[in-house]
């Protein structure tokens, strides 16, 4: 169940608008914070639809929390995303390619 009219309300908002004409070119980063709960995950969807062209790319600072992330994005959006383990998740054997 997508949850778009949270993302489209969102989009109403002029900060919303002033950050998506603001987003940086190639090998940039901008870093928003501020944001409670899971509106920073409202934001990154909405991102993602209007810049679909665009990898948008979340660094979570724990699994749980990653975990959270990708449940969060699922619920909001139809884009595709996934989650990238961290290293120690990989196991020994698996080749480790960084």
Known sequence: MSLNRI?????ATPAA???????PGRGE????????GSSPAVL?????????QRLLVVVAPTPAEADRWLADLGA???HPAA????????????PHYE
Do not use: I, K
């Open 7 to 11: 993302v489209e309300a969102f989009a």
């Open 17 to 23: 608008a002033a950050l998506a004409d603001a987003l």
């Open 29 to 36: 980063a901008v870093r928003v914070a501020g944001l409670p």
């Open 44 to 52: 990154t969807a909405w991102l993602a639809g209007r810049a679909s």
């Open 76 to 78: 909001l959006g139809d």
């Open 83 to 94: 989650l990238y383990p961290q290293r120690e998740a990989l196991g020994e054997e698996e």
